[in-house]
């Protein structure tokens, strides 16, 4: 048995074998038109990214609709569809879901890194057989945008911008003649794309920017931008389903409110817009202060209350397990941090519970 087949002990399964049931039912219910080389209707993707209450569909993806229906649109068409925006914004937590609704497989991917070659885009070979057999359909490894060409599905590329220059050159002629020739294998060199196949890239703004692309390649992509969440209630709504989903699975129980989930979604979203509910600037720091990070602060802090406290998440906690998220490298983070919680922090403790308890334990931690 594969870890596949078990999904109980593994720490993370693909999305289509933990949505498997959603996206069966979709597929049951389905009678819209679907593309060639779809798995699901434009519709039923979007249904089962967003959530739908009629037929117990979970929403997955908080904050943009539209911007949901445009890269299902833009994965009909010729174009690939470029994620782009801030760390932990869930750019690949979109490509997965976008991957395993329409193509049903969300493992065609490639890493992008600086260590990224052609082979890993195109084709590599198995020496064992290259040797004993010649060059053969057998005997060539195919990569995952090869794999997906050949069967008609969408392929991933991970933060394509840390490739090197020359590496993403490959992806130009690859995405305007949509085949791929092995010239070794002689008559079947050529391979033609199915209808299906489309790419999914995505791409850090904090990394190697974007702006390095060659402009030959962004012309083949239509970008989207993925922004942070600017809703409070969905972002609280979000950061709650993700931690309670996650202690389900580890089989961990802690009782978790909503007021203190909420206190940490607000801490987050001042830190990382500058400014205060009230409308009060502050200083931000450096570090990234995503939905993402927030969603492992509550997790960490949900853990501690169950191992070392009252199994009860309280503001203490998720003091506690700020920390290693503010100090990472950058020594003036702390500073604009412990600025915020003397002004905004302080102010609020006066009057709220919540609030003096995550200042008194943020106190005896950076005094
Ligand atoms: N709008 C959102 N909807 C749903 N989940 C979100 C959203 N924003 C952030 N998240 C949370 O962030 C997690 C991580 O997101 P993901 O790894 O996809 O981010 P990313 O944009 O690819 O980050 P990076 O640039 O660091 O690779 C998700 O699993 C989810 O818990
Ligand atoms: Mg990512």
Request: hydrophobic share 40%; charged share 30%; with cysteine.
């Amino acid at each position: 048995m594969t870890t596949e087949d078990n999904p109980s002990n593994i720490l993370r399964s693909s999305a289509e074998l933990r949505y498997a049931d959603e996206l069966a039912r979709l597929r049951a219910a389905d009678n819209d038109p679907r593309p060639e080389g779809w798995q699901l209707s434009p519709r039923a993707v979007r249904r089962f990214i967003l959530g739908d209450d009629k037929q117990a569909i979970s929403r997955k993806f908080y904050g943009d609709d539209p911007l949901v229906d445009r890269a299902i649109v833009t994965l009909m068409g010729h174009q690939g569809l470029m994620l782009v925006g801030e760390p932990g914004t869930a750019k690949s937590l979109l490509s997965e879901l976008l991957s395993a609704a329409i193509s049903g497989d969300s493992a065609l991917t490639i890493q992008g890194t600086a260590g990224t070659t052609e082979d890993h885009i195109k084709y590599s070979w198995n020496y064992a057989l290259l040797l004993a057999e010649g060059p053969s359909k057998r005997a060539m490894v195919a990569s995952p945008l090869y794999q997906a060409m050949e069967s008609g599905k969408l392929v991933r590329f991970e933060e394509i911008t840390r490739c090197p220059p020359e590496i993403q050159d490959v992806m130009i002629s690859l995405m305007s003649e949509k085949q791929i020739m092995v010239p070794e294998l002689g008559e079947q060199a050529r391979m033609h794309a199915r209808r299906g196949f489309n790419v999914i890239a995505t791409a850090n703004l904090r990394d190697r920017g974007v702006h390095e692309m060659s402009s030959a390649l962004k012309r083949r992509f239509n970008f989207e931008t993925v922004r942070p969440i600017k809703d409070h209630a969905f972002e609280v709504e979000l950061v709650l389903r993700q931690v309670q989903r996650d202690l389900d699975s580890a089989e961990v129980t802690v009782e978790i409110e909503r007021d203190v989930i909420a206190l940490l979604v607000t801490a987050f979203q001042e830190l990382r817009s500058g400014q205060t509910r009230e409308g009060t600037p502050i200083r931000t720091p450096d570090t990234v202060m995503s939905t993402a990070e927030a969603v492992n602060v509550a997790y960490a802090a949900a853990l501690e209350a169950r191992y070392f406290g009252a199994g009860r998440l309280s503001a203490r906690e998720i003091a506690n397990q700020l920390q290693g998220v503010v100090l990472k490298d950058n020594a003036d983070d702390l500073k604009r941090v412990q600025h915020y919680f003397d002004t905004v922090v302080r102010e609020r403790a006066r009057r709220d519970e919540h609030w003096k308890t995550f200042r008194d334990a943020a106190r005896s931690l950076w005094p």
